[in-house]
Structure formats: C-alpha cells, structure tokens
C-alpha cells in the first residue's frame, strides 16, 4: 500500500487586525465577554482588495517550498472555502494559474470548517490508489467578507487566513486513519446564502443582508463537542494506540470552550494541544493548516510524532485525523 504524507505546509494571515478593544467600538460587546465566551483576542482581517486566491496562492507558494517541489510537480489542487472569489472559476483553478502548476487538475470543494481534513481524506484517496502523486490541498477564507459587523453574536468570532499542505507519495507512514460525516439535519445551523431567495433565512439576519453569515452557536457548540471528541477518540483507537502515544492535538480554533469541553471526553490536557484561536480567531478551514505551520516551525511537533487533527463546521459536518509527522 502506497502511504499518503504531509511533506509541505504553510500559512498566511493578513496584516490587520481587529482586537477586542476595536470590537467594543463597533458593537455592545466587552473584552472580559469575549475572553471568557470564545477565547478570542485578537483577529486579522484582509485588506478591501485582499481576496480569498490572493491568500490561498500566498499559502501555495510556502507549502511548495516547505515542501521542496515546485508547482509543476503538483498533480492536483484542491481548494477548500466557503469564501470564494466566484462560483466559477473555481478558486482552485485560480490559484494553479498563479503558482503556474501546469500539470495539476484543480476543483473547490466545500465542507466548510472541516475542509482541511476532508481534504486530507480526498488526498489520501488519490495517492492510495497510484493516480496522483503530489496534491496541494489549500484552505483559504476572507470570513470579514461574509461578516455582520453589527451583529456581536458572530463578529467576535471570525478572521481571515489561508493554510495549504502537500500531500505527497511516501514509502514512510502519513496519514494514519481518519474519520469524517455529516449530520444534514444541521444544515441549518450555519448559513451563508447563494442563489436562494429565503426571507426567512434573510430576516435571521440582524441587518437583514443576503451575504451574511447566520449562525445559531449553541446548536453548533452541542454538535461540536461531541463530534470532535467521537472522531477523535475513533481516530485513535482504530489505529491501534492510545492518547499516550499522541503528542499534540490541533483542532479547529473556533471557541475555547468547544475545545475545553472536547479535550475533556478525550481525556487528555491542554498542554497536548496546540491553539491560535487567541490571536486569529475561528478562520474557517485554514485554522488547522494555519496552527499546524505554526506548531511546526516553533519546534513543537517532531518527525516521528502522532499527531491528531480534528475538525467541525457548516454542513453540519466533522472529521478527524491521525498522522504521523
Ligand atoms: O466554525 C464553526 C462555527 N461556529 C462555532 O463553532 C460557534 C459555536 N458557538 C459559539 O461559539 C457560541 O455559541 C457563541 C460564542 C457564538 C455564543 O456564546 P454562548 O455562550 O452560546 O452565548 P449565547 O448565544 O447563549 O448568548 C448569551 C448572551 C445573549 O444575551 P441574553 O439573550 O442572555 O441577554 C447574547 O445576546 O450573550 C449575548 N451575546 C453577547 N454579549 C456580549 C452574544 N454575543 C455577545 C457578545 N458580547 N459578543
């Protein structure tokens, strides 16, 4: 069996940023809500003309040279977002023209939140079955396009970012086992309107915008606790080993609490976890790629680790990860 491994990552976050003192400015909100609530301090947000390919080919372009190939070696880009530029091309398609991959294939896929280690899951496919042996998986999102800042309840929470990895052929152990799903009778816990015309789904907007994300958090929380720490714990005791045997854990960053609660059914603590949510807030997608490139160039995950990856978001839907490092 041909293994499937991360052998390039990277990330990139705008320059500017929304603390929590600009976020009391704009809406009825305290620091002390927000610290003890969600976690967040700080967000960064894309210039006006800062869009969602502009992130993901800055993402690209690091996970290539981390991992040492250049982007004609890529036989695949896949971009996950729930941002794009437009609903065609894809961004995916965008983002090979600028890193100039000429021999990749290259489609969006939306899984929201979990779209990194859905993405992993797709890469692994490819490479397991001898069909590609380089793919570029990329997530990238401007969520301050899609934001209300007049409505608190979500405002706080989100910022802009891009992650990418290579997902390469490997004769050494990658991606271990995963888990991933979708509970469709969440759909509509997050939305974020296309062509539909819902005035109901219009008037749960507090500014009554059509391009605005709506959620219902404690719905969202309920699910993602118990969807983190299942998939987790699955990913784990399928491969044979126990959270002794795991070094770090890098979850999706979307509210402290979630990730508090989820570490708890686990088992473990929160020094097995690695965690940007404090300065980039819940990013979409790219938060995992994005803490991962972090964790890794701060000397904090080292060849040989299991590490376990896990995500949730609009769908409803979650996945998870084992790797090995
Ligand atoms: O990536 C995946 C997507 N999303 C998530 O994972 C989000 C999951 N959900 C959450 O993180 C939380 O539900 C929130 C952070 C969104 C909200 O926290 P909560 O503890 O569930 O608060 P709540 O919605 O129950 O609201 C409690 C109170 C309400 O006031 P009243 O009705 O009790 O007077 C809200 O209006 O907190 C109020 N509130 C705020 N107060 C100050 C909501 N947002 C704010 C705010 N500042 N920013």
Same mark, same amino acid.
Request: charged share 25%.
């Given at each position: 069996?041909?293994?499937?491994?991360?052998?390039?990552?990277?990330?990139?976050?705008?320059?500017?940023?929304?603390?929590?003192?600009?976020?009391?400015?704009?809406?009825?909100?305290?620091?002390?809500?927000?610290?003890?609530? $969600?976690?967040?301090?700080?967000?960064?947000?894309?210039? @006006?003309?800062?869009?969602?390919?502009?992130?993901?080919?800055?993402?690209?372009?690091?996970?290539?040279?981390?991992?040492?190939?250049?982007?004609? @070696?890529? *036989?695949?880009?896949?971009?996950?977002?729930? $941002?794009? *530029?437009? !609903?065609?091309?894809? +961004?995916? +398609?965008?983002?090979?023209?600028?890193?100039?991959?000429?021999?990749?294939? %290259?489609?969006?896929?939306?899984?929201? +939140?979990?779209? !990194?280690?859905?993405?992993?899951?797709?890469?692994?496919?490819?490479?397991?079955?001898?069909?590609?042996?380089?793919?570029?998986?990329?997530?990238?999102?401007?969520?301050?396009?899609?934001?209300?800042? $007049?409505?608190?309840?979500?405002?706080?929470? !989100?910022?802009?970012?891009?992650?990418?990895?290579?997902?390469?052929?490997?004769?050494?152990?990658?991606?271990?086992?995963?888990?991933?799903?979708?509970?469709?009778?969440?759909?509509?816990?997050?939305?974020?309107? %296309?062509?539909?015309? @819902? @005035?109901?789904?219009?008037?749960?907007?507090?500014?009554?915008?059509?391009?605005?994300? #709506?959620?219902?958090?404690?719905?969202?929380?309920?699910?993602?606790?118990?969807?983190?720490?299942?998939?987790?714990?699955?990913?784990?005791?399928?491969?044979?080993?126990?959270?002794?045997?795991?070094?770090?854990?890098?979850?999706?960053?979307?509210?402290?609490?979630?990730?508090?609660?989820?570490?708890?059914?686990? =088992?473990?603590?929160?020094?097995?976890?690695?965690?940007?949510?404090?300065?980039?807030?819940? $990013?979409?997608?790219? +938060?995992?790629?994005?803490?991962?490139?972090?964790?890794?160039?701060?000397?904090?995950?080292?060849?040989?680790?299991?590490?376990?990856?896990?995500?949730? =978001?609009?769908?409803?839907? #979650?996945?998870?990860?084992?790797?090995? #490092?």
């Amino acid at each position: 069996m041909i293994n499937a491994k991360i052998t390039g990552i990277g990330g990139y976050v705008p320059e500017k940023i929304y603390d929590n003192a600009y976020m009391e400015s704009i809406v009825d909100t305290s620091d002390e809500w927000i610290v003890r609530r $969600t976690g967040v301090k700080e967000r960064r947000i894309s210039a @006006d003309d800062e869009y969602t390919t502009d992130m993901a080919t800055k993402a690209a372009k690091k996970a290539l040279e981390n991992a040492g190939l250049g982007a004609e @070696d890529i *036989d695949l880009i896949i971009l996950a977002t729930v $941002t794009p *530029d437009y !609903f065609t091309p894809s +961004c995916a +398609c965008v983002v090979q023209r600028n890193i100039g991959a000429v021999n990749a294939a %290259a489609f969006d896929y939306n899984a929201a +939140c979990s779209g !990194f280690v859905t993405g992993l899951i797709i890469a692994k496919q490819f490479i397991q079955t001898g069909m590609y042996k380089n793919i570029l998986i990329v997530c990238a999102d401007t969520l301050s396009k899609a934001t209300d800042y $007049t409505d608190r309840a979500t405002c706080v929470l !989100f910022g802009d970012a891009a992650g990418a990895a290579v997902v390469s052929a490997s004769e050494e152990e990658g991606i271990m086992t995963t888990d991933m799903g979708a509970d469709g009778t969440g759909a509509l816990s997050i939305t974020s309107l %296309a062509y539909r015309n @819902d @005035d109901e789904e219009i008037e749960k907007r507090v500014a009554h915008r059509k391009d605005t994300i #709506w959620m219902a958090g404690q719905a969202v929380m309920k699910f993602a606790v118990k969807a983190m720490a299942d998939a987790s714990n699955k990913v784990v005791r399928e491969a044979g080993l126990t959270w002794d045997d795991i070094s770090l854990v890098v979850p999706h960053q979307a509210n402290y609490r979630i990730v508090d609660s989820a570490i708890k059914r686990m =088992g473990i603590t929160e020094d097995k976890v690695y965690l940007t949510l404090e300065k980039y807030g819940n $990013t979409s997608a790219s +938060c995992i790629p994005v803490a991962l490139s972090e964790a890794v160039e701060k000397g904090r995950i080292k060849k040989g680790d299991n590490i376990v990856l896990v995500g949730f =978001g609009g769908g409803l839907t #979650w996945g998870a990860a084992l790797i090995r #490092w």
